[in-house]
């Protein structure tokens, strides 16, 4: 059997069925609680012409946040992948981070908002609840690593090591399209260059998770060295944000969007750290018979 087929349904036992469905729908929630406080955001930016803008732009990193994780619920539970669940408990965590930070930071007029209350509410206590959830579904033993007979113990680790580089290069995507957003209001006065900043950097962001899956997936050395350089420019644009946050942080009495970078550019670092560290072990180890055993019984 190839790895990383999709099960049936009847083959999900009934407490993983439940879960998978709570969180779905709790997924679902959110991303309509989201986009419904994006609206009325912008229906006051346009009406009553009030600066929403740090708001809007925080909920929509919170929604391409929710997005993501809906990814990888699916590929965690429907494929039997372990890693792939790791992540989505780390993207929840970050989603619980990215709210409690901006709620702190938020004017006391903005806490009092209903939606915005209701909506940090619901992200942290659900959020509470996946990380405990998918922590037990995790450690479950019939949640098998690999699903090829008779696979060695030493291409069981490294099957594991690549799915986790997989799953930490999407992971890296989101990071990075989250920070892209964060560069709209940075500076209304350049809307348009940014603009062209955030069409730049989403562009390469989606073209550097390419080459990064491609070189987990088709073992290619080459690939990975390159997708490690591809990274290069993601770090000047961090530097670039920082310089904007120190730029305008006296001049706003908000610090609403730059406690938003702030925490998005500690946590993409993280996830590059180890990334990176996931990518120089799984190189070593390139060539070694895994992707044929893979991917044999497709053939």
């Not at 919170?62 to 039997?80: D, M």
């Not at 993409?268 to 019984?297: D, N, P, T, Y």
């Amino acid at each position: 059997m190839v790895p990383d087929e999709i099960k049936r349904w009847s083959e999900l036992s009934w407490p993983v069925k439940i879960y998978f469905g709570f969180t779905i729908t709790s997924l679902l929630a959110l991303l309509a609680l989201t986009s419904l406080n994006i609206h009325e955001q912008r229906m006051k930016n346009a009406t009553l012409k009030e600066d929403n803008e740090d708001n809007l732009t925080v909920s929509l990193v919170q929604l391409v946040g929710i997005l993501f994780c809906g990814y990888y619920i699916f590929r965690g539970v429907l494929q039997e992948n372990r890693q792939e669940l790791v992540v989505f408990m780390l993207s929840v965590m970050a989603l619980i981070i990215r709210s409690v930070v901006n709620f702190v930071v938020l004017e006391s007029e903005g806490r009092k908002e209903v939606l915005v209350l209701v909506r940090f509410v619901c992200i942290v206590v659900l959020g509470f609840v996946h990380v405990l959830c998918a922590s037990l579904l995790i450690w479950r033993h019939n949640m098998m690593a690999f699903r090829v007979g008779g696979a060695l113990d030493s291409l069981q680790k490294q099957y594991c090591l690549l799915t986790l580089c997989f799953s930490m290069v999407m992971f890296d995507l989101q990071a990075q399209v989250c920070l892209c957003i964060l560069i709209i209001t940075s500076d209304s006065a350049r809307f348009a260059t940014n603009i062209t900043i955030l069409g730049v950097g989403v562009f390469w962001a989606c073209a550097t998770a390419a080459v990064g899956a491609v070189a987990v997936l088709k073992e290619v050395s080459v690939l990975v060295w390159i997708f490690m350089l591809q990274n290069l420019p993601q770090l000047v644009y961090f530097i670039y944000l920082l310089y904007t946050v120190v730029k305008n942080w006296s001049s706003n009495d908000s610090h609403t969007e730059e406690a938003a970078a702030i925490t998005g550019a500690l946590i993409s670092l993280l996830i590059k750290v180890v990334l990176f560290w996931g990518l120089i072990r799984l190189v070593r180890s390139f060539g070694q018979g895994l992707r044929e055993r893979m991917f044999a019984s497709s053939s």
